[in-house]
Structure formats: structure tokens, C-alpha cells
């Protein structure tokens, strides 16, 4: 097994006004960060906006656009392993993450994908649930440990911390151990049999 740390990439997958999705991932990636085999790399769909116009089927995206790509492209290939970080959207994810995971394919495969998810009663558990099916079809694993927040707002003091401290922090830790397992797992696997999709 390589003793290489594993390259995680934290989507924040919300990029609404006045957003609560910074705080949640600066709570996890502080989590992350403590880990010696983690490089953790937090891509901001906010600060890195992509089209949402998509090129004819089979056809390659203009060049401007490759240049906005560009911004989100690379790290995603050269990650080992994905945290996401979304909201709840009407039962869903934001249509910000979605077409993020649109523009992306091969980045995807035979990588294991972690959830942190916000929101009210549910905690976003329906945004993570039905990302799960889209994931599954761009060949990732999902990790079946979460973290969820539930009635996030309220939950986090002013300088990010979260009130129940001990349990959120035994949650990601639960599945980052899930995270890595698999990462190294398909990554090891990978350098000596390349993933057939």
C-alpha cells in the first residue's frame, strides 16, 4: 500500500447569497486537515463558477469555456477521494453541484465519495440519497457513514464550532476512516489494473 498521502477535494456545493455551506465545510475540513494521510484540497463552487451551457453531445467545449473548467477540472482528476458538502434544495441538491458533476466524468470513476450534509429536520439527507443514484452512474463509491447536521443554523457558535462537538467530530472521523479505506483501496487497485468503465 502506498504511504503517499491520499488527495481529498472538499466540494462546497452551494452557492447561494448569504449561504451556510463555508461554515460547515471550514468545520470539516478542520477535521480533515488533522489527519497526516489526507492533502485536503476545498474547491468552492462559488469561487470557481462553471457554465451551464453544455456543448453539442460528443462535441468538446468551446475554448472559453475550457478556461473556466480549468479552475475545477484538474483538481478533481488529481483527487483520491471527494467530501461533498451540500444543502438541502427541495428534497435535492443544488442545481450548482449537480452541473459540476455533469461536466465531470472520468474524474469520477472508481473513487469513493463522502457526504457532509446541512439543513433543517432532515439534516440534508434527501440531497445526499438521491446524490448516491447520480454518482453510482459516473461509476464512484459512496460511503455509506455521513455526517449530517440537522437544524444546522442554530447548531454553530460564532467562531464555527459546533455545540455537540464530540459527537459531530466522532461522526467524521467515522467516515473519513470509511473514506480513506476505500480510497486506498481503488487507488492501489488502479496502479496495478486500470479502472474499465
Partial sequence: MSQTPLKLAVIVGSIREGRFGPTVANWFTGQATRREDLAVDVIDLAETP???????FGQPPAEAVERQLAAVSPRLAAADAFVIVTPEYNHSFPASLKNA?????????????????????????????????????????????????????????????????????????????QLTWWAHALRDAKATRPYAA
Fill in 50 to 56: 462553471l457554465p451551464t451551457v453544455f456543448p453539442e
Fill in 101 to 177: 458533476i455533469d461536466w465531470h466524468n472520468k474524474e469520477w470513476h472508481a473513487k469513493p465519495v463522502g457526504f457532509v450534509s446541512y439543513g433543517g429536520v432532515s439534516g440534508g439527507l434527501r440531497a445526499v440519497e438521491q446524490l448516491r443514484v447520480v454518482l453510482a452512474e459516473l461509476h464512484a463509491v459512496t460511503i455509506r457513514d455521513t455526517v449530517s447536521f440537522h437544524n444546522s443554523w442554530g447548531e454553530f457558535e460564532e467562531d464555527g464550532t459546533h455545540r455537540n462537538g464530540a459527537g459531530c467530530e466522532a461522526a467524521a472521523k467515522t467516515m473519513l476512516d
